[in-house]
């Protein structure tokens, strides 16, 4: 089977190699929302990933905020995004090719987190989309999310938010933002994301019109193939700069 299941020292990694024979045009990293869900059991994320001949790490671990402070759902010393900068990343480069490209998508908290990893590290994260992505995080904070436990309160929380962290000069060359027009949680946090990028010329694409049923992992499904074609083609854009 295409997927199966990687245990590390933090947590385990739900894995897809596609199953077709070929050259891999990269790996996806996928960051899960707060319930922890990986593409795993999707049938679009498989056929698009198997499509495009892409492969895709998954950390399974439930109730993570993906933040710079260390969260004790992760069995690790350092922060959730220092350990896919680093850890993950190195385990990716022995399991695939320490040439392979590397793309990052996430779910809500995760695409946030996705966006975090590829606003601080444009240029080890060139290619991004964020689904869904929770990205006020002072908005979010107060509401029982492990966020109160990692900052003292909202100000401090928005101050680590991804919105804060653009650099008008220093931005991932392949970026999309994604959220379902009827989702009450994502909507205005990544209308006012696209705002910003726009008004500063940053390079992104958008789609906050297309509807599958508004909040939940059902837009996440119906959003594979769109995914997986945007980062493959990212990621081969990326090589044809560098050869």
């Known amino acids: 089977m295409p997927w199966s299941t990687a245990t590390t020292a933090v947590c385990p990694l739900d894995v897809f190699t596609p199953a077709q024979e070929g050259e891999l045009r990269g790996v996806i990293i996928f960051l899960p929302g707060y319930d922890g869900r990986t ?13 495009s001949r ?21 069995a690790a010393t350092e922060s ?3 350990w896919v900068r680093h850890d993950l990343r190195a385990w990716i480069a022995e399991q695939f090719g320490s040439s392979v490209r590397v793309a990052v998508t996430g779910v809500e908290l995760g695409g946030h987190g996705a966006l975090q990893l590829a606003y601080r590290h444009p240029t080890e994260f060139p290619v991004v ?7 006020d995080w002072e908005t979010w904070y107060g509401h029982g999310l492990r966020l109160d436990d990692l900052f003292p309160d909202a100000e401090a ?6 919105i804060l962290h653009v650099h008008p000069l220093n931005w991932p060359r392949h970026q999309l933002l994604l959220c379902d027009p009827a989702d009450p949680y994502a909507i205005d946090g ?12 940053i390079r992104f694409q958008q789609d906050t019109e297309t509807t599958h049923g508004g909040f939940g992992w059902k837009y996440a499904s119906a959003m594979a193939g769109r995914v997986v074609n945007f980062l493959a083609e990212g990621l081969e854009d990326m090589s044809r700069r560098f050869v």
């Open 39 to 51: 593409p795993q059991s999707d049938e679009p994320w498989a056929a698009a990933l198997e499509a």
């Open 54 to 74: 892409m492969a895709c790490v998954a950390p399974r671990v439930v109730e993570c905020c993906w933040s710079l402070v260390a969260e004790d759902v992760m």
């Open 80 to 82: 959730p995004l220092a």
């Open 129 to 135: 989309c964020a689904i869904s992505p929770k990205i």
């Open 157 to 162: 929380a928005r101050q680590q938010s991804a």
């Open 190 to 201: 990544t209308r006012t994301l696209a705002s910003k990028l726009a008004s500063s010329g």
